[in-house]
């Protein structure tokens, strides 16, 4: 089977008392936790997938792009095509909000939301991509963002 390369933008929206907002998604491998967004489009930019894809996911207005926080590549089954997926994770600070989907096709593959606290990151035993979620989360708080070379996270589905 062929390998398509994509490359998309994700979001770890991030409240001041250190919530995260995760979709419950099933592309047709189980149930994931991920973080919004999405894949990048012939001459978009990453700030630019970023306000498309919280916008058809979660009807959430980007204001500005916060800092790249982490970096995943992951290889994947969807609709019976193989992908090798580069993800980007950038931070955003926000109050907490109700996502309300904007996009038809998203509705269907989003199943649920939940802010996650960082204690149930830390303790949570379902599919959660990034893995390292809580400890990105940590490290900001603790250090900012990153100064030096991103870490890539791999994994396969």
């Not at 419950?24 to 919004?36: L, M």
């Not at 894949?39 to 990453?46: A, S």
Request: a negative charge; hydrophobic letters at 40%; charged letters at 25%.
């Amino acid at each position: 089977m062929r390998i398509i390369d994509r490359q998309a933008m994700r979001a770890i929206l991030l409240t001041p008392d250190d919530r995260v907002l995760m979709m419950r998604v099933d592309y047709g491998t189980g149930d994931w936790w991920i973080t919004p967004g999405g894949g990048t489009e012939p001459g978009e930019t990453p700030e630019a997938t970023l306000r498309r894809e919280l916008h058809e996911e979660l009807g959430f207005a980007l204001a500005a792009s916060g800092p790249l926080v982490w970096r995943r590549q992951v290889l994947m089954t969807f609709q019976n095509r193989r992908w090798r997926q580069s993800e980007d994770y950038f931070l955003i600070e926000t109050p907490a909000f109700q996502p309300v989907i904007q996009d038809a096709p998203e509705s269907g593959r989003i199943l649920e939301f939940r802010w996650w606290s960082l204690p149930a990151l830390h303790g949570c035993a379902e599919r959660m991509a990034p893995a390292a979620l809580a400890r990105i989360i940590t490290d900001y708080r603790e250090n900012g963002p990153p100064t030096g070379p991103l870490e890539i996270e791999t994994g396969a589905d």
